[in-house]
């Protein structure tokens, strides 16, 4: 098994890894559905109609990081856990390590997807779907459209040159931010090597000397809110929209050279002993209605993978998303890096030296 990245799930906030303490009796119950989920999915309005048309109890609990998650599960009981949300980029680790079912990909409504996330590379392994993409979105720049002119965020690095008198704070994962960067650099994130680092160490370093702070995402938001921050690099829709209600000049945008896309999937454990419940729960998570309340969630918001979704979802809300300029920005991102162990350590240790500098 190659070594897992302790990872944050990807560009999402920060959820409470909660104790492994072993499920309550009632977890292996045929009218129980126990999922690993990111923050997201603990919306009512996402987990209440599937509870009602099912008559089951889902248990859902948060957690952060694909090793995080890895952790859990190798310290439960077999068959604790019957659903699991996971990086897209992740979903091989997971197959390698045995984790996952093979899902029934003729009823997956993937036809009505974003062609570009489908992902079948990741979700796929050796012709076997594992997983299925439910929702996507963008690491890329937010800032305060009242204190930034957005023609100043065109140009990526010039964003932390230091010369333009902005406050900047940087949002607190290596991953998508190094990301960012080698975007900037016009660097393939696919293709990163040991020999990109230098380049990336230099503007990651420029930056943080820009930028009053570093914080994860509860912190990032604050800062943004409250003016202690201009710009979040690293941000996204996932972090501006639930606060655009109130603050509609807390707002995101994708500079000329692109940004990063981060990709969440869902998938249903090898060991779940409810595997046929838990199968119709990835079915109506990646249904229209199950992705337009996943979309919206209360935690944060990002673009459902399902497109007719968009036929649920009111205008104000497609506009907070972008919804008609998704073929521009899919078409100018690339997804996160996906470096193997002995780069992936490198990555972690330049951005802690980063961090202490």
């Known amino acids: ?13 920060a959820c409470a890894l909660l104790g492994l303490a072993a499920l309550p009796a009632q977890a292996q119950a045929q009218d129980t559905l126990n999922a690993l989920v990111w923050c997201d999915h603990t919306d009512a309005a996402l987990i209440e109609p599937f509870e009602e048309a099912h008559g089951v109890t889902v248990n859902l609990r ?17 068959g604790d856990w019957d659903v699991l949300v996971i990086d897209t980029i992740d979903v091989p680790r997971a197959v390698e390590a045995g984790l996952l079912a093979a899902l029934p990909d003729d009823e997956l409504p993937t036809d009505d997807f974003f062609p570009e996330v489908v992902m079948a590379s990741s979700n796929s392994v050796d012709g076997t779907t594992y997983a299925v993409t439910e929702k996507f979105g963008y690491n890329t720049i937010s800032y305060n459209a009242d204190r930034v002119d957005p023609a100043d965020l065109d140009d990526l690095l010039a964003i932390w040159s230091g010369e333009s008198g902005a406050r900047l704070a ?32 230099d503007e990651l370093f420029k930056m943080k000397a820009a930028s009053r702070s570093v914080g994860e995402v509860v912190a990032s938001q604050t800062a943004l809110a409250t003016g202690e921050a201009d710009i979040i690099v690293g941000g996204g829709e996932w972090l501006t929209a639930v606060l655009a209600e109130e603050q509609p000049e807390l707002t995101w945008t994708i500079p ?7 990709s969440q999937s869902i998938a249903v454990l090898e060991e779940s002993q409810n595997q046929d419940l838990a199968v119709e729960f990835v079915k109506y998570v990646v249904s229209a209605e199950g992705q337009a309340a996943l979309a919206t969630s209360s935690c944060f918001w990002g673009m459902p993978a ?9 205008d104000e809300q ?31 240790d330049l951005w802690l030296e980063m961090l202490q500098h």
Request: hydrophobic share 40%; charged share 20%.
């Open 1 to 13: 098994m190659n070594k897992i990245r302790l990872t944050q799930a990807a560009g999402l906030p």
């Open 170 to 201: 940087i949002y607190d994962y290596y991953l998508p931010v190094i990301g960012l960067v080698a975007v900037g650099l016009g660097l393939d994130t696919s293709d990163l090597t040991a020999d990109d680092l230098p380049a990336i160490r």
């Open 62 to 78: 948060e957690y952060e990081g694909t090793g995080a998650a890895f952790a859990m599960l190798e310290q439960s009981r077999p």
């Open 306 to 314: 399902n497109q007719r979704a968009g036929e649920l979802l009111s």
């Open 256 to 262: 000329e050279q692109g940004a990063v896309r981060w």
């Open 318 to 348: 497609r506009a907070v998303l972008r919804w008609d300029e998704q073929d521009d920005y899919l078409s100018r991102s690339q997804l996160y890096p996906a470096p193997g162990a002995q780069l992936d350590g490198q990555m972690q």
